[in-house]
């Protein structure tokens, strides 16, 4: 199991139905990868958790990184990992229920514990968007 969390800015500021759009169709793309995660938007700010087998994360995170919906993406980390955090949620926007809130619990701290100015955008993005 691997997972990766990075930090980008938006080029879709605030438009609530293009991010519907993008945790749809990441929803389907992620459940055939077999890949489960979440993703915070402050407006300005993307935040995405993404985990699964290391092929298939590192391949989504390929088509991510080519998206011109955000720019200047910074990753949070990378690692492998013992068992999931986000459950079975191929993809779900922070809010959508209160698990939402717990996993970005989970990543504040998280975010908090390494320090480097990834990890801080990230602490930053789920704090606004938790309000």
Known sequence: ???????????IAGQREVLRDIVRHAAERNRAAGVTGM??????HFVQALEGS?????????????DPRHTAIEIAERRAIQSPRFGAWSMIEAGESMLGDECGAFLIGLA???????????RE???????
């Open 1 to 11: 199991m691997y997972r990766v969390i990075y930090v980008s800015r938006s080029a």
């Open 39 to 44: 993703l915070w938007s402050d407006g300005e």
């Open 54 to 66: 290391e092929p298939a994360v590192t391949a989504t995170m390929q088509r991510i990184i080519a």
């Open 112 to 122: 908090g514990m390494a320090g480097t100015s990834a990890n801080t955008h990230v």
């Open 125 to 131: 993005v789920i704090l606004r968007s938790l309000g």
